[in-house]
């Protein structure tokens, strides 16, 4: 629209309001709610040059004007002057805490995932960044207006000058502790000028500084074989293309996907772009981590043992493009790099990159929307990407960039399928059978070491009665009680209720309580008993609750202070030891066995990943899984180490019964206090969702309502239903046509997971 026009259409409006139409600014603002729609409110004048969108602000809210911090997502001109709108009461930031990007992908992430953008912020910024903390009020002085006259009219005393002479050599105020330290003198000169109106006192929010980490030791780039080269020559088309594109590199274990990253964020940063790379757990990942501060100068790392002060710090400096590389867990897809030029997602099939709580995003699809807005690529590596990840590539909506061959020359390592079902140790009730004690003293004898893998803590997994036959159970949760002997106690795997270990079962009162099974804690005393000259360390959640001890643990086995290294999948991630000989899988049956749609892929990645552990040297290595299910497709395919033949078999059991990747789910979790009344509530939502899907998208499938598989849960009753439809856009219509009119009981909570990977 012309100028002219515009003047021509607003002399057609009525006086009283062309004039309120051309102040009338309003601020559209979102709150910590499930709601979609932002609120609209007027900006009083004294708030009119300050406000922008990205900052928060205080504002009444309901029909009871509760004042509530909510964000400013828009500030535009009104579209009508007539409305009646609240005014906002306060504005809480000098400067917005998002940019543009991040409001555009947060407001997307609140569409995708089905909840309120106002939750998106709230858990999206640092709690720290929104509290400025590490910021802190200082008492400063400065000269006042009036200071020249008013020392003109007297002499004043040595020490009063001195301030006054040191004031007029700066600008700006000085905190009182520099100015006595430059003055040399004490409060007294400062507060006698102070009474004479010659200085003016004031509070300045001053930053308090984090410490970046010592500089590491930086090392050469490695010379890249011709499968790593090629690799990167294709990445680094994409990022000189200037255009987003998705790359999913599978590489095998060993086959140097990270210098393959790092060679990419070299050259991006050589641009002055920065780079984000997602790891899935950094307290789990301390070797690569330890790679990344080799090679750069200026590496951010985001963890959950930050204080609020020190993340707020990173923040920032993050934000003022002070940092090249950004290596964090999920929540470092948000990282505010000013210039950002690509984002790598190591292990991408890793489950920790789902939020588990609202919003329920998986940083994947958050990455894939970032890079598409900031035009940059996005790289996704794994040696067993997800079904997601594989079907997109296979249907080339992705690039696949493939390394079938690890580096120098090694060959991946031959994987035994042991049938324990006869096996005379193993009915002995032993966990190591024949097979796998043997193989362990042999390499032991051989001086390799050994990485022993079972998926269960504690000692035993089942606290049962023989004589009434029922678990013993949680009160609160739908959970049998596991046995942690070095606690003598009953544990809650799921609340961390516990009681000491029962001599009588709580139910009929008999003696003959078992324990069954084999947790980490049992299989580390078998183990030390059967290798009595053998160092063994466990690692899982309860051995390894300090900060660091993940990092102090993995040193001794890389020094060789210990043989044998045994724990949970915190063992199965991305180690490189060239010393390991031999890997053993415990019990690769508890993991199929899970009520899980993904259990399969599941399986097969933990076996493929942990195989991964060894032959990483010439010294070659050996797996060997223990099963009673040696034919399942997972095991047999992870055994041949066969992605490709797996995800085939496994996609085509997929498409067959319509489940993911081939459709959506979204799950809708019902919970509360009352066991009648949260299923009564989960019916009648699951009723209104097929009543409106009946009309509006007859390919639309609701599922349950039904009790959830855990259906206890921390003392709450839980029940769920499932929507799946061909695409999220069509859940998304489904969703908002039932949820506006739904009226939950206040004693009903409901949380929505759009592509849920934790069917509990
Ligand atoms: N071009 C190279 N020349 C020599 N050594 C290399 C080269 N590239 C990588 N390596 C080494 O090979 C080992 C395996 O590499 P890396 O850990 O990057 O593999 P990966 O594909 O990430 O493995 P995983 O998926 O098992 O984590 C490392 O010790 C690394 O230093
Ligand atoms: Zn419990």
Known sequence: MSDQQGLFEFADLPEWEQAAAEDLQVAEVVFNLPLEKPYTYSIPDEF???????????????????????????????????????????????????????????????????????????????????????????????????????????????????????????????????????????????????????????????????????????????????????????????????????????????????????????????????????????????????????????????????????????????????????????????????????????????????????????????????????????????????????????????????????????????????????????????????????????????????????????????????SCGTGVKCPDCDITLTWHRDRAEAVCHSCDYSIPAPEKCPTCESAAVRYFGTGTQKLEAEVAAAFPAARVLRMDSDSMRKPGSHDEALEKFRHGEVEILLGTQMIAKGLDFPNVTLVGVIDADSMLNQPDMRASERTFQLIAQVAGRTGRSSRGGRVLVQTTNADAPSIKYASKHDFMGFAYHELQQRKETGAPPFSTVTRVIFRGMSEPQVCETAREVANKLRTVAKDLDPEARILGAAPAPITRLRGYYRFHLQIAAPSHERVKLLWQRVEGKLKLPDSVEMAVDVDPINSR
């Open 48 to 466: 009119r040059e300050l406000l922008k969108a990205g900052m928060r602000v205080k504002a009444p809210l309901g029909r009871g004007n509760r004042t509530v911090v909510g964000y400013c997502v828009n500030v535009r001109q009104a579209e009508s002057a007539i409305r009646k709108l609240k005014p906002i009461h306060e504005v809480l930031d000098s400067e917005p805490l998002l940019n543009d990007v991040m409001l555009k992908l947060t407001h997307w992430i609140g569409e995708r995932y089905l909840c309120g953008w106002g939750q998106v912020l709230d858990s999206v910024i640092p709690a720290g960044v929104r509290r400025k903390s590490g910021t802190r009020l200082v008492q400063s002085f400065e000269l006042s207006s009036k200071a020249d006259q008013l020392i003109e009219a007297g002499k004043l005393p040595k020490k009063q000058q001195t301030v006054v002479d040191v004031l007029r050599e700066f600008t700006e105020p000085v905190a009182a502790t520099r100015l006595c330290e430059l003055a040399e003198c004490g409060p007294g000169p400062i507060t006698a000028l102070r009474k004479k109106g010659i200085v003016t006192a004031l509070r300045i929010r001053s930053e308090v500084s984090g410490e970046m980490l010592e500089d590491a030791v930086q090392t050469e780039d490695l010379i890249l074989n011709s499968q790593q080269q090629q690799t990167l020559d294709k990445i680094l088309s994409a990022v000189r293309s200037g255009e987003h594109s998705t790359m999913l590199l599978h590489g095998v274990t060993g086959s140097g996907k990270t210098e393959v990253y790092i060679r990419s964020i070299r050259e991006i940063v050589s641009y002055g772009r920065q780079a984000i790379v997602l790891v899935p757990e950094i307290s789990l990942t301390p070797q690569t981590i330890r790679r990344f501060r080799c090679r750069f100068k200026s590496v951010a790392v985001l963890h959950s043992h930050m204080t609020d002060s020190e993340r707020h710090w990173q923040w920032q400096q993050i934000a003022q493009g002070q940092i090249e590389v950004v290596v964090g867990a999920r929540s470092a897809v948000f990282a505010p790099t000013p210039n950002l030029g690509l984002i790598v997602i190591d292990e991408e099939h890793e489950p920790t990159f789902k939020q588990d709580s609202t919003p329920r995003y998986h940083a994947r699809e958050v990455a894939r929307y970032r890079c598409m807005q900031e035009r940059v690529p996005l790289l996704l590596g794994s040696a067993t990407p997800t079904l997601e990840s594989w079907l997109r590539a296979t249907r080339r909506q992705d690039t696949l960039l493939s390394m079938p061959d690890r580096v120098a020359e090694l060959p991946l390592p031959p994987v035994v399928v042991v049938d324990t079902r006869n096996d005379p140790r193993i009915g002995k009730g032993s966990s190591l059978g024949r097979a796998l004690f043997t193989s362990i003293g042999r390499a032991l004898n051989e001086k390799g070491q050994v990485i022993l893998f079972l998926n269960l803590r504690g000692y035993s997994p089942t606290v049962w009665c023989r």
